[in-house]
């Protein structure tokens, strides 16, 4: 047994680029991470990373072995899954990721009540605004809002959501209301998410003649929505939103709809997962518990 949990610490740590990180996802502090690491290596009698100050990274060896340990581990996990569809009793780690607003505001809470409905399963949830990599197994489901783009994962949609243009009062009457979205790019300044693949690092709105591509730009960007939002509040820009997360904000004024005749595509909510994890029971589960209560709560939300 303590092979195979050096051999899951390993895996880990390759997987998401540290031993610290892959120590926490494992619920190890760094030095026991470390110490399973070095254990597994004078067993193999090889040196599994090539490690400097600022990077750690697996050597040839190393690459070669986490090849044949992550398929090793998936039998084994898929095993104990089909095992546990025996039992009726689910138990385990699910590792979710999420976008910030929809996982700290819909996932969270949902998240709450189905772990109480199943006490043996355990859930990691991971809240950023950045694509997650369910591909090698940082994620066993991740929830995204927008557009996933081409892959081997399995999709399940929840709803498509509206998304909406808008600023801040104080900003509108200082630059003005565009009243065409030709005015974007050269008289306003737009909020903007900073890395690739992100629905606002680039604007796609329906005109008349089609989608058209806006690859808007302004003084500020971030890499969290919610940071977007609150700098849309304080008057610095136009920020292009799905429309639930802002829909108090529109409701009481806080922000106002910008060219609503041209607004942007709307976005899908969903979540992606690998085929094979639909053999757990325990995942099987919990995707269609949240699809079906997400869908519940978001069909409930003004903007959709």
């Not at 998401?16 to 990180?21: D, E, F, P, V, Y």
């Not at 899954?81 to 999420?98: D, E, L």
């Not at 030709?182 to 796609?204: A, D, G, M, Q, T």
Request: net charge positive; charged share 30%.
């Amino acid at each position: 047994m303590p092979y195979l949990e050096s051999i899951k610490v390993f895996i880990r740590v390759v997987e998401l680029g540290s031993i610290t990180s892959g120590g926490r996802d494992l619920r190890l502090t760094p030095a026991v991470a470390s110490n399973r690491i070095r254990e597994l290596e004078t067993r193999l009698g090889v040196r599994l990373f090539n490690r400097t100050t600022r990077k750690l990274a697996p050597t040839e060896a190393g690459r070669v072995f986490y090849e044949h340990a992550r398929g090793v581990v998936n039998s084994l996990e898929d095993a104990e899954a089909v095992v546990a569809g025996f039992s009726g009793n689910p138990r385990g780690v699910i590792r979710v990721g999420a976008p910030i607003y929809a996982g700290s505001r819909i996932i969270a809470p949902l998240t709450s009540t189905f772990i109480d409905k199943y006490p043996e399963i355990e859930i990691r949830l991971n809240l950023s605004d950045r694509v997650v990599d369910v591909v090698t197994g940082e994620m066993d489901v991740a929830f995204f809002v927008g557009d996933p783009g081409e892959s081997n994962l399995k999709l399940r949609k929840i709803v498509d959501c509206e998304r909406v243009l808008c600023a801040s009062p104080d900003y509108l009457k200082r630059r003005g209301v565009p009243e065409s979205w030709k005015e974007l790019i050269p008289k306003h300044s737009c909020l903007l998410l900073r890395y690739p693949r992100s629905p606002e690092y680039f604007w796609v709105l329906d005109t008349p003649d089609g989608p058209k591509r806006l690859d808007v730009s302004g003084r500020l960007d971030a890499d969290n929505g919610d940071v977007l939002t609150t700098w849309a509040l304080d008057g610095q820009g136009i920020v292009n939103k799905p429309k639930f997360e802002v829909a108090s904000e529109l409701a009481d004024g806080r922000l106002v709809p910008v060219l609503e005749e041209t607004p942007p595509r709307m976005s899908r909510f969903g979540c992606l997962y690998p085929h094979r994890r639909l053999q757990d029971p325990k995942i099987r589960l919990f995707i269609d518990f949240m699809v079906k209560e997400c869908r519940r709560r978001l069909e409930a939300t003004p903007g959709l």
